[in-house]
């Protein structure tokens, strides 16, 4: 259901009385602010540490939507009898934003609960695992559902969000509808703790927990997710030191592997640390697991 208010009023006021008359009340209602930033809140009634409504709020207009009512509301400070046809373009998609932002969430949300269960069913990894075996790496925090190694997601709040599957020959999937910007796999240690060290897949980030002991080391799963990883954790816990495990994709245009990891680095003050390679190291390593492996097969 979208239902629409154009009331010409303060800005975060308007929004909250057309909220509250659309059965969208915050409980907090210093949440909503009108920065025109996407912010989520608990909807007074839903169950504690839920956060089930979102809002944007610009200074002449806003939208909000509770997602488990399935409720959009909008406001704007001009009548739409008065806006031109741009205004009227910009009220209209920001309505579209807040649905499907909802929509989104209450994915997400079904695929952590789903992902939670799943979990729970999963059994310790077994040490013979195929692709365990290959990268001559532990099993670590992994369990197992019948020959896919399972890998848990969560948040910084220790929310599980999602799960990785890894089958013998490295292929890995995404539990569908999940969320992953920002959230990452602990492979070794917990938080909080002083050092946190971020590397880009399960195998390399396993590799790094027998570099760096002691740390919390994380998966951010991808390099494009070492960023927002690394900013999660920053915002999280300020005071921390955090180490950012590059990979180094020598072979690929632009080098992916080292200018993300330099970039997440870089925004969180960091250290960044890379592959050193050594005389007769092919260039089709890219990683520090890969390093750890041809190093073990050269010494024996």
């Known amino acids: 259901m979208i239902c629409a208010t154009m009331i010409p009023c303060d800005a975060v006021a308007a929004l909250l009385d057309t909220m509250l008359a659309h059965g969208i009340a915050p409980t907090d209602p210093s949440e909503i602010v009108a920065d025109g930033m ?19 709020l610009h200074h002449d207009h806003g939208a909000a939507v509770s997602w488990k009512s399935g409720v959009t509301c909008a406001w704007s400070s001009k009548a739409a009898s ?15 934003q807040a649905k499907a932002e909802s929509q989104r969430e209450a994915e997400q949300q079904a695929a952590a609960e789903r992902a939670s269960m799943l979990w729970s069913r999963a059994r310790p990894a077994s040490p013979d695992h195929p692709y365990l075996v290959r990268k001559r790496i532990p099993p670590g925090n992994a369990r197992q559902s019948g020959d896919l190694l399972v890998l ?41 703790t002083g050092l946190i060290v971020i590397a880009e897949g399960f195998a390399t980030a396993m590799t790094a927990a027998s570099q760096f002991p002691g740390a919390a080391v994380l998966a951010a799963i991808d390099a494009g997710n070492l960023e927002p990883v690394a900013l999660a954790i920053r915002a999280k816990f300020p005071a921390v030191q955090i180490v950012v495990c590059a990979d180094d994709d020598r072979l690929t245009p632009g080098n992916p592997g080292l200018t993300k990891a330099r970039a997440a680095a870089g925004a969180v003050s960091g250290k960044l640390v890379r592959p050193v390679w050594p005389d007769g190291a092919p260039d089709s390593l890219t990683d520090i697991n890969d390093l750890a492996v041809f190093m073990e097969g050269a010494t024996c």
Not at 38 to 56: E, K, Q, T
Not at 83 to 92: D, F, K, Q, S, W
Not at 166 to 190: E, T
């Open 38 to 56: 996407l912010r989520r809140f608990r909807v007074d009634g839903d169950r504690p540490r839920s956060r089930n409504g979102w809002a944007v």
């Open 82 to 96: 008065r806006m031109n046809r741009h205004e009227m373009g910009v009220h209209l998609r920001l309505i579209r």
């Open 152 to 192: 848990k997601i969560e948040d910084v709040n220790g929310n599980t969000r999602s799960l990785q599957y890894i089958a013998g020959d490295g292929v890995k999937r995404m539990l569908s509808g999940g969320s992953k910007k920002g959230h990452f796999i602990i492979v070794a240690g917990s938080l909080p």
